[in-house]
């Protein structure tokens, strides 16, 4: 059994990581920490563990951590992962962040987007972006992975076979991202107060979210060329999912058929991506409570722009889902050990 | 290997049965039929089962439904599963009903609250009531199984306790019940159009509602005498989920602390009853996606009544997740086989 | 015009006032307090005044408020009006309480309930209870409103054709009541935080809730005697809306159209009372955004029980329209003058 | 008084024109049609018009409707509104079509969309695209106005004022628009069922809705040129309110403070329409319920592109509202008879 902890496990995404982490066969969890709950049980926190997870939650002592667990989730406000980062790799202890600390390569687009200063810029450099569908072998070796963020996730994933195939004028992507509430978290805000966002929807962020670096700088990577995208997140009244709507011009002739096909080759094998078939668009309410990213992709002839759908659920494949992902590609386990059910439908 | 039958897996009861049959490590799925939806796949109609259930949808034909399956679910319209379980019967196969036709052991009164003949009544006694918490003994060597309807699991569950042990004036009791729209199916209705029921709360079918005889049946089964309940039904703007509200006049004079150990003691030992700890409340997403009925209990002092609170997932514990629940049972699995996870929260 | 103050302008119920206000053509509203928002405009609050509302909100200054209003709405947390009620008394003023300050005529009870020394009790006595329908003559000279609480205002109309007229068993009242979550305010908290919400149902409050003596004072004046309740009040995920069911056993033998008839005749002539035909039942989306309480009485002949069903919206006839309504009174107006519009629907 | 017939007065755009002519202080409504409830009182299709709109709904009669109508609204599915047209033309009335059958200028474009022959070409020339703000002074004397369609006000108001001032390179524009559920209409359907459209997000008539050759012509005679655009509509769990988010690259180097003003002086003395300040971002809840459509400009100098965003109640400016102030604008009226009032918030 793999000895783990989570810290920040109250949280929605450090709860969810919970709820997969007790019902994975090769995991023990070993240590909950919680700011705000420290001293209860984690199921006085989150009623749907009651006669689940009998753990109390702890206040977070990195040394005793340390000696309790093999691997640390952190799900934490940005900022918050570095100290334990470099604890874990003195210690010789691994580490799957679920924040921002480590997915930026260049430390100073990370502080000037974060506003923060980065203590432990010499990590990053080894931390591993921690998508497996395009970075599996350098995960399965890590000390560090950077969970990718939710939005980045499904903006990656919908756009790769595009940039990788070198099929759209990488000046033109535009991102328009929705997604539901628990993306926000669980502090309170009017933002996310019920009256104010029930029947409501609304951009937020507009040319100054903090996934944009992230995103422009896995997609860079994918085209070989510098790529600067407009990304615009909304706000959506619902629970779960992201859906992003993705337009770009081709570069190249093809029809939905053909970039289907390309789709499903570039993601064969893959275990947690479903492309769909021509005239189906994914939903959200199709990959809630599942790790599935589904796809799908649609050509535009009076513009020639492909216009691409990707719909996660922001608590799985966006956060905790990847998270376990991760772990089972770390520890050479198959990699929907823990994950291997369907989604909530309806 | 236990080959099963799933007869009506497009309405929202029957595919919820297919998602959990899916991940149940004993089962195989045989057949899946359809009226409305016969010769597509199942994915093709349900997308969160892309990739996960390749079956296609086929139209009822008993004879080979009986040559390919063990045990049959039926999850139909009332009036419809008599036949199936004649044949049943006759072919030595097991039947788990998720309908209503073989609940209401006195067929008068099935066909007075039905409107419907009844044209299996000789099968009807040889049925078991399908609440594995009150008939495990029974259900293990039965034919057909009575799957409980969604209300009616929450109420007798809730109320059990207090009438087996006489605790209560049996002329006292109300039953108001809030259930998610799920519950109305997957049929087209104004009742279940999202612009006249989102933001919207109704009550229906007041004094009416078709489960109020089951309801009864069991009550009085287990107080030993006749019990009339009045009981009304609530449409609430959410997918999943009933919370029943129960009163009952106290006939012996008990503290909070006093009935919630009464509580636990009837139900010590159960795998998916929780008893709440006094001052805590069930709630709907509390349960949401897992096989859960939770409980609690309140004593008002100044009128000597008792209110208890019943939150269960409609589709779950209120019939899919309660439908493997009596095939372990009937199979002596432990009762969790392929039920054994947490809801999902938020 | 009636130069009027709203004291506590950017809660739910006080906003709602300023939108009904800004709207009525014999009012100006003279003075907006806040005590979160001072110094900002109240359309920087709330967008949807944006255009409408000009005035900038300010901080509480009684001498002021009396200097520039003729009539003061308050729309606070209990405990908070009664300065504001001695001042307006000592100035020649008139004052309409949202709040529970004035409601209960007891001091005594008020203290035990609230929790709260009650540093007015002189006032009380004078203060009128303003549900219109029971007490308009009392209000046409009052100095003094105490506003009715959303619950109450169900409940009381909902019961009173039945106490008034004696045809129940005062013993035998239960009184189950379903919010939108508006009812619970704009402050932030768990209960209320959108993740949470959505998609849940639960009771709270149970046996203990305040507004069980309010509700019970009311009944009690209309049936001459004590009458004691259960009430118990549950989170609905909706924002606008009560229904409230309530039960009674019937102490005289009537059917349904007799009671219909007898709740027309009690309720005749009233502005915002709308008794539907037997065999429809109020909806919360029907009164959404309007100030009406819609009425269905339902017997069961099988129990002698009456279910009676109240639906409002809380934020008008619950709150700020009824608000609206004892100003129309107390100044001689039609009663719905700033109120003759039809609900939003759907 | 104005006598009015509605024509469909039962979908949701007719039931919403009903409630606001109801209450327009110069408007008798003379005639109220429906296919599906002729012969019901409409209170018994809509609960919240109970005691407020008595008529009977009858059966289309068109003769009579014209001896007993001045000015006829239709909102009725494409291709109904033709004949009714033409009757209107050789009777002396006046039509307002809610409908799409006047709006597109070539019948050609029409018939490839709609895929429906159009049998009353002759009258297209002479209706007049009923959106106030871009064409006032041919709707005042106009026998045939086009109500625009919910996506194509959002759009067009949104983005008008950079094409009539040439800012943008007009082949960049992306219309990435989301409507609540009522934009879907009455009518039932598996898209519009409750448990699967709460808590979902998706995109639909990727490339290929038939808004757009609407927008584009309307954009076109903006530009002076033609203009193509990708629109994609997407359906959000919410009843009322469209939000669209329109990206284009700007062809002049201009800050968002200079395109607010550019905005602002477009859109001067309009009564509707809300520019709001830079960093303020609209939100359907701030519309609902009101006429008002809600713009904010944003400009990311990363990219050069402009990011507009628009909101409006789709069943208000998107629908009944602008149908309400094109008859204003006709009779010479203030703008705002009938809609003087504020959206409802939360």
Known sequence: MIKVGVVGATGYAGAELVRLLAGHPEVEIAVLTSQSYAGQKMWEVFPHLYGIVDKTLETLNI?????????????????????????????????????????????????????????????????????PELYREDIKDSVIVANPGCYPTSAILGLAPLLANKL??????????????????????????????????????????????????????????????????????????????????????????????????????????RVLPPGRYPTTKGVAGSNYCDLSVTVDPRTKRVIVLAAIDNLLKGAAGQAVQNLNVMYGLPEDTGLNFAGMYP
Chains 1, 2, 3, 4 share one sequence.
């Open 63 to 131: 040394p005793e951590l340390m000696a309790r667990c093999e691997v640390i989730f952190t799900a934490l406000p940005h900022g918050h992962a570095m100290t334990v980062g470099q604890e874990v790799m003195r210690r010789g202890r691994r580490l799957i962040d679920l924040g921002a600390d480590f997915r930026l390569k260049d430390v100073d687009v990370y502080q000037s987007w974060y506003k923060t200063e980065h203590t432990a810029a010499v990590l990053v450099a080894s931390a591993v972006y921690g998508l």
């Open 168 to 273: 759209i004028d990488t000046d033109t992507v535009i991102i328009d991202s929705k997604s539901g509430v628990s993306g926000a978290g669980r502090g309170l805000s009017l933002k996310t107060h019920f009256s104010e966002t029930t029947e409501n929807f609304q951009a937020y962020g507009v040319a100054t979210h903090r996934h944009t670096p992230e995103i422009e700088q896995e997609l860079s990577a994918l085209a070989g060329v510098p790529v600067v995208v407009n990304f615009t997140p909304h706000l959506t009244p619902m629970v779960r999912g992201i859906l992003s709507t993705m337009y770009a011009k081709l570069s190249v002739d093809l029809n939905v058929q053909e970039l289907t096909d390309i789709y499903r080759s570039f993601y064969q094998n893959e275990r947690f991506i």
